[in-house]
């Protein structure tokens, strides 16, 4: 598929016309500034009277709730929780305008089928690959953090180009706009957070941590080798992928990675990886999130306090106390 450049940008497509932004968390923040910066007409969609709403205001942008907000827009953003999505379309959708163009940084509810939009609206899809504060960061150092685009519903015949006008908005065409699909982008994406980024990596962490402490090594040592070390190798793999690892690494580590990793990603997990993909494909662990989250999350918040409570949280905050320079801006 495609890579789309500032060069494959058709500007005039959103120009002067009305954007609302819905939500001002992580990534809807740093889309209407740098929307907003890049001389887009924004507004931002909030609840009345909340601390968004303060801070918004306080960053120099338009805001008002989201049914004015989407009221005359071009294009609305959807930029809150995947949960709380469906409910808001529903509030908003009588006052859409005819022809508007949907956008969502992850395709959930869309792919799933938890939105299903009017037959007259576009909708599309762009989603950076990066946390919010590292787009709004990049837009500002003149760079842009690459994104994902897709089409989902194409009723204009210029979704596409208005989709890339939006990521050129936000500086992702600066970084490369990379065409995929919702299906695509919403099952990889949960795929990488549950078997690799967080679920995996988490559970690597602790299981490791376990291991050592259990077999009577000091648990401060234990943390240290499992955890905290763990961002000098996640920032070589980012900046130079394996390569760039095994540059920087010892050559004893290079013998125990190359050797023991396979030991312990052995066969087994990577099968118990493709029953996580296949729950993801047949809407398994969608419908599960769905049904806990409208029964209150209680599963949710009892697994979260199980996990803050882990002997790691405590010898790793520990720890971190001594460590001020962490929390420090870069």
Not at 49 to 70: F, H, R
Not at 236 to 253: D, N, R, W, Y
Not at 267 to 294: C, P, S, T, Y
């Amino acid at each position: 598929m495609p890579i789309y450049s500032e060069s494959d940008v058709d500007v005039s497509q959103l120009e002067g016309k009305r954007l609302a932004i819905l939500g001002y968390g992580s990534q809807g923040r740093a889309h209407a500034l740098n929307l907003h910066d890049s001389g887009a007409n924004v507004v931002v969609g909030l609840r009345v009277g909340g601390n968004s709403w303060k801070n918004a205001q306080a960053d120099g942008l338009e805001v008002m709730t989201p049914a004015d907000a989407v009221a005359d827009a071009e294009l609305v953003a959807f930029l809150i929780p995947d949960t709380a999505q469906p409910q808001l379309y529903r509030e908003i959708e009588p006052g859409l305008r005819n022809g508007a163009t949907l956008l969502f940084a992850h395709g959930f509810n869309i792919h799933y089928g938890e939105i299903v939009p009017r037959d007259d609206l576009d909708v599309v899809l762009i989603a950076p690959k990066g946390p919010g504060g590292l787009v709004r960061r990049q837009y500002e150092q003149g760079k842009g953090v690459p994104c994902l685009i897709a089409v989902a519903q194409d009723t204009s015949g210029k979704a596409r180009s208005k989709a890339l006008a939006y990521a050129h908005g936000i500086g992702g065409s600066r970084g490369g706009v990379l065409e995929t699909t919702f299906a695509e982008e919403t099952e990889t994406d949960l795929f990488g957070e549950q078997a690799v980024l967080c679920g995996g990596a988490t559970e690597l962490v602790v299981a490791g941590f376990e291991t050592l402490v259990n077999a009577g090594y000091q648990p401060e040592v234990a943390y240290y080798e499992c955890m905290h070390e763990l961002k000098l190798i996640v920032d070589l793999l980012h900046e130079g992928g394996l390569a760039k690892m095994h540059e920087f690494i010892s050559e004893t580590a290079q013998w125990g990675d190359l050797t023991q990793g396979p030991r312990v990603i052995d066969e087994h997990v990577r099968e118990k990886m493709k029953e996580v993909l296949a729950d993801i494909q047949n809407g398994v662990f969608a419908r599960r999130w769905i049904e806990e989250n409208a029964n209150g999350k209680p599963e949710y918040r009892r697994l979260m306090q199980a996990d803050l409570e882990l002997p790691i949280e405590k010898t790793g905050a520990d720890l971190r106390s001594r460590m001020p320079w962490l929390n420090e801006e870069n």
